[in-house]
């Protein structure tokens, strides 16, 4: 740069997109807070009512596979429509059909069928809408001027600070009113997320033309998404081990937890408190990858805290009935697992060019989610006919084994490859060029 010139910030731009980033994240932070509620109230709401371990993780399978499949279908639309306006319609559909649920428990006994279908349609609603965001969030990270790395952070630190907040929440105020008018609470947040939006985010308001090689319409842009997914080793790796771990996941939350409590002394209020240590060790993590996560080597950290993190809490209901080994295996488990979605996030977004990122996130999420719908109905089964402790020790062993992917596969290594995110060379793979 000559001597005696320096660049001039814009006075008013920069001010307009730092509050688009605080905008997205406050929104994040509301939804998230309101759908952690509806994660304790939905499960406890079925097995109160129906008493079957079974049927509460058939409910979680109505809800996940909408939303898998939403989020899959929707990536096209994304890319073309804009991420803005689309999260903005989905959170406001949201809205509506959560709000049936309570609505209808108002009137009198609903027919288990009937709570299925709406849980169905919020769930798929709750699918697009996210996908939506993801596609979002990268645009509102560039206009911000911060790293991949630094903003994915603090987007995941959001969503453990919601963790935190929400899950104990939800405990004391199913305890207090109930499961199904709780659920108000998270129709409420789907309301304020779509307001936030509109009124503080500007990026990601047009869709992106498609290239040459996308020309076709919904079907051709969605097999875009599908090729450049197939093309990389790294991310159908991420897929194939998300996959599995999300179902062991989903049958802790959804089934092992609300049986564990419901066998012991502790009362619905344990719900949230579990939640609560999960989420107090893993804001702890995210300030301590915020500090330290740049320098560190992305492989080696992901494989070492996912195995250590993610089966921990299986193998602490298999093992345990007292409430606080079990909270302090929480409080590590969360701790550990603070790291795994920056690095994921911000591995992906490098080697996705921008106008692809709605497909290619959506095709990623719903491979990577498509175990989710099942694990509440494994987790349900294995908990009525195996009981509780077998079925944990068994998922918390699977678990283990699926985590040593990233030690012996090859394909993981690229983790550590940090490029430009948005941009992929001509013959489609990742460059090293930066984002426009």
Known sequence: MPAGRRTVANPEKEPRVRRGLAGLLAAEAISLLGSRITFVALPWLVLTSTGSALLAGVAGFAEMLP?????LLGGPIVD??????TAVAADVASMIAVIGIPVLYATGAVPYHTLLVLIAVAGALRGFGDTAKRALLPRVIAAAGLSTERGTTLYDGISRVATLLGLPLAGLLVAAAGPARVLLADAASFGACALLITLFVRAGSTGQPPADDEEGGYAAALRCGFRHVRQ????????????????FDQAYATVF????VREGPHGPAALGVLGSAFGIGAVAG??????????LPRRSTFAVCFLLGGPAQLFALSLSDRLWPVLAIAALAGTLMASINPILLAAVYERVPVRMQGRVMSVLIAFSW??????????GWAADDLGLRTGALLAGIGYLL??????????WHALDEHRAPGRVAERGEPSLTSAG
């Open 286 to 295: 995210n300030i301590l990858w915020t500090i330290v996560g740049p320098r």
């Open 402 to 411: 699926v985590t040593l992917a990233p030690f012996v596969s090859s394909a």
């Open 370 to 379: 498509a175990g989710i719908p099942l694990g509440g109905v494994l987790g």
């Open 232 to 247: 990389d080793r790294l991310i159908i790796g991420i897929m194939s081990m998300l996959f599995v771990t999300n179902l």
């Open 257 to 260: 937890v609300p049986v564990w």
């Open 67 to 71: 939303y898998v499949l939403a989020g």
């Open 80 to 85: 073309r429509a804009g991420p803005r306006p």
